[in-house]
């Protein structure tokens, strides 16, 4: 390797990706390739980063099997970055394989970690965990003990762990400052503020409350029993009952625990659950049906009376109820949720991440995009969607793909 090679991937490695291009920007070998693409990468040009990165693993040889698996761990950051989840996994992990073959353990632990990042990133937190256990962060130079100590941290806020979450923020603030790599830190500073914004919002006995994570985790270890409207379902420190396919029943819930421990009137439980349609003998007949429905769903944990009037949500024993909610009640709440981190995401990508249809995906963001709350950027297959962090939300922390199993 030249010295300028070597040059501008000691200035990469300290976070200066114009003094990498300044000793490699017309040189088109493949290293020179391959550095300038990682580059541009860090410049935000993740269109030119790509195409610089797929001609330098297609100008390595075919005896360089370590270079051209960097440049796919490479593309596979940009595509993580760009919100790009279509990115195909068989070649990440063909990647890793290839440098753990060799030896190379930490681009393959880097390889490793952006596969987790991904998992995290659509809610699949048991997988993650998996691959997370079988790392070893020990050997894990600063800047890539930054992100494990990051992937922890969401893990742990995902789970509900603060504690824990915090302890990883801080290790990760520490290792940020050992690079001494302004990107880094302001990744830490950006996770960090996560949990010092609302969360979620408390509706109980009329009145609500905005919730940080921690008041959130302690709601759901407390006695209460909690209708969360965040992730469809109603549980107690024990017992979980998901609703989330059922979304008649969950709006009955809702709306009963809201009015708790008064009754809801049979007209406004028909409007909450109907969609506001008129009371007519039809929609009463219904009503009955999903009461009954929605009182065999809910045994384990509360009853369900008549009153004069409607019913009555009536919990076992004598604790408290409560309804946890999104910070902001917003139609298409979840699809602003993820577009609240700042990023530019694809309809496919959101789709993927939501497990919702592409088509189901599109109307939101048409609608969204109608009342002006998100604004779209490029056109066919490069059309992205964009829109400035919403006030209320966090991030994607509370959403139903993220429920904990057990």
Not at 95 to 116: C, F, M, P
Not at 373 to 388: E, L
Request: charged fraction near 25%; aromatic fraction near 4%; proline fraction near 5%.
């Amino acid at each position: 390797m030249d010295s300028l090679i070597t040059a501008a991937a000691l200035a990469l490695a300290a976070g200066d990706p114009l003094g990498a291009l300044k000793r490699v920007a017309l040189r088109d070998d493949a290293p020179a390739l391959a550095l300038r693409g990682i580059a541009m990468a860090r410049l935000g040009d993740f269109v030119r980063a790509k195409d610089l990165l797929r001609r330098a693993g297609r100008a390595f040889g075919p005896k360089e099997a370590v270079a051209r698996a960097r440049c796919v761990v490479a593309e596979a950051e940009i595509a993580l970055v760009s919100r790009d989840l279509s990115f195909p996994k068989r070649a990440l992990a063909a990647a890793r394989a290839t440098l753990d073959a060799h030896g190379d353990a930490l681009n393959a632990a880097h390889a490793g970690y952006l596969e987790i990042r991904r998992l995290l990133l659509i809610g699949s937190l048991d997988e993650a965990e998996r691959m997370l256990a079988g790392l070893d962060p020990s050997p894990l130079p600063p800047a890539l003990r930054v992100g494990h100590e990051l992937v922890v941290a969401g893990i742990a806020m995902r789970r509900l762990r603060t504690k824990p979450a915090r302890e990883a923020i801080a290790r990760a603030g520490d290792a940020a400052r050992r690079t001494g790599i302004a990107a880094l830190a302001a990744e830490v500073d950006s996770t960090a503020r996560l949990l010092t914004t609302p969360a979620a919002r408390l509706i109980a006995r009329g009145s609500e409350r905005s919730l940080l994570l921690e008041e959130v985790e302690a709601l759901m270890g407390s006695k209460a029993l909690v209708v969360d409207a965040c992730r469809y379902v109603v549980r107690d420190v024990s017992t979980t009952i998901a609703l989330t396919t059922r979304p008649v029943l969950f709006a009955l819930a809702r709306a009963l625990g809201e009015a708790w421990p008064n009754d809801v009137s049979r007209g406004e439980l028909i409007a909450r659950a109907f969609r506001g349609k008129q009371a007519d003998e039809s929609h009463r007949a219904r009503l009955r049906v999903e009461i009954g429905r929605l009182r065999r769903a809910l045994r384990p944990l509360a009853e369900l009376s008549a009153t004069p009037d409607g019913f009555v949500l009536k919990p076992h024993g004598r604790r408290e109820v409560a309804v946890l909610a999104l910070p902001v009640d917003e139609e298409h709440a979840e699809v602003l949720a993820f577009l609240a981190d700042g990023e530019a995401w694809s309809s496919s990508a959101l789709s993927v991440a939501l497990g919702a249809s592409q088509r189901t995906v599109q109307r939101a963001l048409d609608a969204l995009a109608a009342s002006g709350k998100v604004q779209s950027v490029g056109r066919a297959r490069a059309r992205r969607w964009i829109t400035p962090p919403v006030p209320g939300f966090t991030t994607t922390l509370l959403l139903p793909a993220l429920l904990p199993n057990g």
